[in-house]
T-cell receptor, first 118, second 111 residues
Framework: AQTVTQSQPEMSVQEAETVTLSCTYD???????LFWYKQPPSRQMILVIR??????QNATENRFSVNFQKAAKSFSLKISDSQLGDTAMYFC???????????????FGKGTKLSVKP | KAGVTQTPRYLIKTRGQQVTLSCSPI?????VSWYQQTPGQGLQFLFE???????NKGNFPGRFSGRQFSNSRSEMNVSTLELGDSALYLC??????????FGPGTRLTVL
C-alpha cells in the first residue's frame, strides 16, 4: 500500500522569504503522479502543482516549484517570495497510474500548516 | 466556467439518522470522487463514480454509499450515522486524464 508522510506539522515563514515543505512517499509503483494541494481557512482544496513520475524535470508554477527525487521517494515544495495569502494547510498527495476505467484516487499526507508572517 | 458545487454546505444530524450530500461537477467533467476529512484520520478516499458506475472504492463500511446520475451529478449517502462520521466531505471532479478539482465541501456534524 502507498503511504505519504509529511514530517513537518507546522511551519512559519516571513513574508517575501522562501520556504520548503517536505514530503516522502512509499510505493512499489513505477508510474504515478504527485501533487501538492493547498487548503486555506476557507477549506477549499486548491491544486498547487503536479508532477508525473516519468518526468525528470521538476514542475514549476510561478512562485511554486518542486524538488522531485524519485530514487529517494521525496517530493518537496518550495514557495518563493511568500505572500500572506499562502497561509494554509499544504497537503502532499500520491496517485498511482490510473487503473482501467478509473480516474484514480489521491492518497494524502497529514498536511503541513504554513503561516506566513508579515 | 463554474467550479464544483456541493450542497448543503453545513449539516447537523443526530446519531442513527441518515444523510444525503450532493455534488455537481464542473461542466464537462464526468468523473466524481468523494473524500472524507477528519482531524484524526486526515483525508481519506471514499469512492469514485464515472459514467454512472462506481469505479473505485476506499475502505469504508457499507453505510457509506453513492451514486451518479446521467448529468454527472453525484450524491453520497450515509446511513445510521455515528458520531465518528462528523467530518468535512469533499467532492472532486475530473476531466478524463486530468487533475481533480475540489468543491468547498459539506461540513457534517453528528450529535
Amino acid at each position: 500500500a502507498q503511504t505519504v508522510t509529511q514530517s513537518q506539522p507546522e511551519m512559519s515563514v516571513q513574508e517575501a522569504e522562501t520556504v520548503t515543505l517536505s514530503c516522502t512517499y512509499d510505493t512499489s509503483e513505477n508510474n504515478y503522479y504527485l501533487f501538492w494541494y493547498k487548503q486555506p481557512p476557507s477549506r477549499q482544496m486548491i491544486l498547487v502543482i503536479r508532477q508525473e513520475a516519468y518526468k525528470q524535470q521538476n514542475a514549476t508554477e510561478n512562485r511554486f516549484s518542486v524538488n522531485f527525487q524519485k530514487a529517494a521517494k521525496s517530493f518537496s515544495l518550495k514557495i518563493s517570495d511568500s505572500q500572506l495569502g499562502d497561509t494554509a494547510m499544504y497537503f502532499c498527495a500520491f496517485m498511482k497510474d490510473k487503473p482501467m476505467g478509473s480516474q484514480g484516487n489521491l492518497i494524502f499526507g497529514k498536511g503541513t500548516k504554513l503561516s506566513v508572517k508579515p | 466556467k463554474a467550479g464544483v458545487t456541493q450542497t448543503p454546505r453545513y449539516l447537523i444530524k443526530t446519531r442513527g439518522q441518515q444523510v444525503t450530500l450532493s455534488c455537481s461537477p464542473i461542466s464537462g467533467h464526468r468523473s466524481v470522487s468523494w473524500y472524507q476529512q477528519t482531524p484524526g484520520q486526515g483525508l481519506q478516499f471514499l469512492f469514485e463514480y464515472f459514467s454512472e458506475t462506481q469505479r473505485n472504492k476506499g475502505n469504508f463500511p457499507g453505510r457509506f454509499s453513492g451514486r451518479q446520475f446521467s448529468n454527472s451529478r453525484s450524491e453520497m449517502n450515509v446511513s445510521t450515522l455515528e458520531l465518528g462520521d462528523s467530518a468535512l466531505y469533499l467532492c472532486a471532479s475530473t476531466l478524463l486524464g486530468g487533475n481533480q478539482f475540489f468543491g468547498p465541501g459539506t461540513r457534517l456534524t453528528v450529535l
